[in-house]
């Protein structure tokens, strides 16, 4: 006699970074069509062209792993990231769990850093108030997501807020790009590039319980109270009567909280989503909202995933009916590569026919320096300029051990030499 154990796949994750996938500093792999984007996908990996397994890896939580064992499911990584598979009642076909998940079951998981230079090739703020990962989850109740992203619904443009240069905010209807560090939405700080579902600034808000805040204009500062909130009710209060040096990091801890029946005990505060409220001697800050659990945010992942059985939406459910859906979902962490400015340096001044070379793409900051006119997106390969009507040039690829952030804007830099010329193709 014999038996026959079927699996079926509940969900897969894939991990789509335009780093990678670009072919060109202006190409949006998100704004092709979704065959040419499996397309362009199924070549890359036929000629090992996507080493995302290099940088960044999905792994279960260890709650997680009981999690799956315990309702016969299997976790598989993939060159993309990975699926869960689920055992299914025997029968041809069969879509019904071997063992009826509840309702309220989560499956957690991290997406582990490999390679710190991650941070560097992809669009997130050199300046941060807080060390904040990402969260993302398959929750939409609000159907502001647009699948099969994970991330939240790109912000609206917000007056005051400092923008940092490649940081994404919705204007007018449309996705843009900051050209610069900006506070303003004049048009020419911004770069359209109508893709919606990239994580941003938005979901990068997971933090330990134990953390330092820094303000970002610190100028005046010599007072704070911060406090903890959840639903508007205060969790904790911590105060700064006398802050005599504002530029360095204030230390938070939300890790207890005092026990109101009892003032000589602490009481644990649970993992979980509360506000930020910050006030100083100089106004309120806007309230922030952060996600506390140490476990997540372990400085080795780039953030977690948390995937609900009940999602709130049926297009980012789990199952449908109880059964497992048909074809799965496949959901898409969707990363963008940084916006940069190039910047060329020598040894000795730049000849007159060097300059001319590239005038066209390429502005002189001093004898010895030239940087790109517009900001380009790091991409992998050979650094090609080209326009209509003008020479394509080919200059050196940017290392990415020299990417830094310097006077409101983030440059890329490359040392040209004799044995690496400015121009590769003359």
Known sequence: MSFQITYRRLFELQILHEFFLAEGPDDLFFSLSLQDRQARLEKKLLFNQYPLNNHLELLPTAECSAQLQKHKMKFVPTKLGG????????????LRPFITPSSTLSLDFVVRIKDPKIWTISQARFDMSSPAIYYLSNRNPNSNKAFPSLAESTDA???GYAYEMGELAMINNRVHTAKKDTNSNAAGDWIAVDVAGYVTEHDRFL????????????????????????????????????????????????????????????????????DLAIDTNLGTLPLQKIHLHDTWSSGRNLGAIEFFLDAGDPNYALLAGGMVRDPHPVFELRLKNRLTHL????????????????????????????????????IT?????????????????PSLDFISKEFGAIYADIFVSTVNPLVKNS
Request: charged content about 20%; overall charge positive.
């Open 83 to 94: 699926f869960v598979g689920i055992q299914v009642e025997s029968g041809n076909n069969s």
């Open 157 to 159: 443009f917000q007056a």
């Open 207 to 274: 933090l330990p319980k134990k953390f330092a805040y820094q303000f970002q204009d610190f100028v005046g500062i010599n007072t704070a109270t911060v406090k903890l909130e959840q639903g508007g009710v205060v969790i904790k209060e911590i105060s700064f009567p006398q802050i005599t040096r504002p530029e360095l990091p204030l230390g938070l801890d939300f890790s207890t909280k005092p026990d109101p029946a009892d003032n000589t005990r602490s009481l644990s505060i649970p993992n979980g989503v509360y």
């Open 343 to 378: 910047r060329y340096t020598q040894k000795k001044p730049y000849t007159a026919t060097e300059k001319t070379k590239v005038a066209n793409y390429l502005d002189e900051i001093t004898p010895e320096v030239l940087a790109t006119k517009t900001p380009r997106s790091l």
């Open 381 to 397: 390969g050979a650094t090609i300029f080209q326009a209509p009507s003008i020479q394509t040039i080919i200059l050196p690829a």
